[in-house]
């Protein structure tokens, strides 16, 4: 027909691309496609179709899905053809394939104008966010004219689950804002924010949030509480909860043991487990992480190895990646680096890099460069651009006092174009965050915090601590070494944290990298010593006769938030106070913290009153108020977390 110069049009090609010869013959629908192309022919439907029901039968899923694209207009028969193809076994890209047919259902919805449907529009918000698309998952719920709860528990959920947690509880603020009432499924989807954020006082709100709901009964709400809790490190809050729980889950079981493997003590976490074999049967693959992590935290070999091989043999998991990781951590921090790097290449997993850092970082604390350069070698063949590894390996060779290999690790980072990311710790102090990055002088209260830092180092090495200067990694003497530890970002914040809260305050620091051990006698508390030398504490004498001035209220306020704002009307509430203590004949005034919102708004500078046994019968107008009707038992729940 060609050879004959026979004008070929649109209805020729679908005909020959549909003969037994086309499909066993790719030349042929190679060349058929070429002279579409050359012939400038657009792809209708039925040429379209043709050709991508050729390519799919040769298993050659690019080229169908070239087709798909060049296409102007697509009818069913095209997304079944490019739907099948791609979950052909051949080609293998199943959740392409998956994708493209939710694509296509959010199309038809958008077509025939269901999209802004509260139910359809929650169903594809948890649908893009099951598919990690959480950016479209947000744009069809802005689109939403009215979202319900529904549709706010998803776009929440999504965000959570993505790991946009900052994301997540924004979306609960403006939720709240819309009078929209949570359920609990909102708040077993917003508590993992709090969890991974390690924001321990939005935990407590959205807990006493719940309490004055009364889901504090709902399962999977009490295991999300739980799991807070622990991950912010507040233990006996969260054993607290757990005990309240009346049917357990293993969300409920595993949150808490591996609340205990984290934090300690891990004795608590293998009774908890052998008590969750005995009351629920059978533990899943998560349950045996948490068991693995506390055995590898105490450093109980015989005891993993017996969960590990129990695991398998007895409840037929297959050990992860987890599993592994776990059991080699073990073995690495026991000082068995030979064993561990054993087991780390006998794995029937390939194993990542985070597994071989495991070994890496134990090989540091051992001081076994040799063994670390083997296994730098692998990381930074699995991750070639990963800073840390560098960084690591880089300290171990400072450490062993081989600067010249040190430096030119670093030579060949710099020439790589990678750059260290500076440690930067923060913390929490009346709902503002404060961060800090070693030797950063631009905090206002830097000279005050140093100041802090230096009487504190004072008393502690009194108290016996000796500072672990091996882990200055910089060829200075040592006295430059013992400035240096000083400046660290962790120890700015926790100076910040004891100048700025009342003492007695459980300081909260948050790192972006591993906080550094420096003391060879162990951790020392700097709370303890706080406690322990009373000129941590900040004294005001009164004198009775002439009463409270605004010099000794300015120094009650200095003490109790020397960052507050507002610091006249902060002034002018303890002076009142000191009045009211005065006049209600008590025994105690204990002045709480002074309050502020995020605007530097003062709310409160408030206190409690504590009176003897007899208080009753001189303070009757006081005693008087009290309303027993408006003391609610959750209320009081609720106060006292």
């Not at 493209?100 to 449907?117: K, P, S, W």
């Not at 850092?357 to 651009?385: D, M, Q, W, Y």
């Not at 913390?427 to 503002?432: L, N, P």
């Amino acid at each position: 027909m060609r050879a004959s110069g026979v004008h070929t049009d649109h209805n020729v090609f679908p005909s020959v691309l549909k003969s037994r010869a086309a499909p066993r013959d790719p030349n042929l629908i190679s060349s058929i496609h070429g002279t579409i192309v050359v012939l400038g022919l657009v792809l209708n439907l039925y040429t379209g179709n043709a050709l991508m029901n050729a390519y799919s039968k040769l298993a050659d899923i690019l080229l169908v899905k070239k087709v798909f694209d060049e296409m102007p207009k697509r009818d069913l028969v095209s997304w079944n053809t490019i739907i099948a193809g791609k979950g052909n076994a051949k080609s293998g890209i199943y959740e392409e394939a998956l994708e493209m047919v939710r694509m296509e259902i959010h199309g038809f919805a958008v077509r025939h104008m269901f999209d802004t449907d509260v139910f359809v529009g929650s169903s594809l918000i948890d649908m893009y966010a099951n598919c990690t698309k959480v950016e479209y998952s947000h744009r069809v719920f802005e689109l939403l004219p009215e979202p319900n709860a529904i549709s706010w528990n998803s776009a929440i959920a999504g965000s959570v689950q993505n790991g946009l947690f900052d994301e997540g509880l924004r979306l609960f603020r403006r939720m709240l804002l819309a009078k929209i009432k949570p359920m609990p499924v909102t708040f077993s989807s917003i508590m993992p924010a709090c969890a991974h954020l390690t924001t321990l006082h939005l935990g407590k709100q959205l807990h006493g949030y719940v309490i004055r709901g009364g889901f504090d009964d709902n399962v999977f709400v009490a295991s999300a509480i739980v799991d807070m809790y622990a991950k912010c490190g507040n233990i006996g809050t969260a054993r607290y909860i757990f005990d309240g729980i009346k049917v357990l889950d293993m969300v409920s079981w595993t949150a808490m043991i591996m609340g205990y493997a984290l934090h300690g003590p891990a004795e608590e976490a293998l009774s908890l487990f052998q008590r969750m074999e005995k009351e629920n049967g059978k533990p899943n693959y998560v349950a045996f992480v948490a068991v693995l992590t506390a055995c590898s935290h105490s450093g109980l070999i015989d005891e993993a190895w017996r969960y590990f091989h129990s695991m398998t043999r007895d409840y037929g998991i297959v050990p992860c990646l987890e599993h592994y990781a776990a059991v080699a951590d073990l073995l690495a921090r026991a000082g068995k680096l030979e064993e561990a790097y054993g087991f780390i290449s006998n794995m029937h997993i390939r194993p990542t890099a985070s597994v071989w850092s495991t070994l890496l970082g134990a090989c540091r604390v051992h001081k076994n460069a040799e063994l670390a350069k083997k296994v730098a070698e692998k990381i930074f063949a699995l991750e070639p651009k990963n800073m840390g590894y560098h960084i690591l390996m880089s300290n171990i060779y400072s450490a062993a006092g081989r600067w010249r290999e040190a430096a030119n690790l670093r030579i060949m980072m710099k020439d790589k174009g990678m750059r260290k990311q500076p440690a930067c710790s923060w913390i929490e102090v009346k709902s503002k965050v404060h961060a800090f990055v070693a030797h950063d002088k631009s905090h206002p209260y830097y000279d005050k915090i140093m100041e802090t830092l230096e009487v504190l180092l004072e008393q502690m090495e009194r108290a016996g601590y000796v500072p672990n200067t091996e882990d200055v990694l910089h060829d200075v003497e040592e006295e430059q070494k013992r400035d240096l530890l000083c400046g660290h970002s962790e120890r700015l914040a926790i100076a910040f944290g004891i100048i700025s809260t009342p003492p007695g305050t459980t300081i909260r620091v948050t790192k972006n990298l591993r906080i550094i051990i420096a003391c060879k006698k162990g951790g020392t508390s700097i709370e303890d010593l706080a406690e322990k030398f009373p000129d941590m504490i900040i004294k005001v004498p009164i004198d009775v006769f002439k009463g409270i001035t605004d010099e000794d209220a300015a120094k009650v306020v200095d003490g109790l938030a020397p960052m507050v704002a507002d610091k006249n009307t902060s002034i002018e509430q303890v002076k009142k106070l000191y009045k009211l203590f005065c006049e209600c004949d008590c025994t105690l005034l204990e002045i709480n913290s002074i309050a502020e919102t995020a605007d530097n708004l003062l709310v409160a500078a408030d206190a409690k009153l504590n009176f003897d046994d007899n208080a009753a019968f001189r303070q009757k107008e006081i005693f008087a108020l009290r309303d027993p009707s408006q003391e609610d038992p959750r209320e009081v729940r609720c106060c006292a977390i």
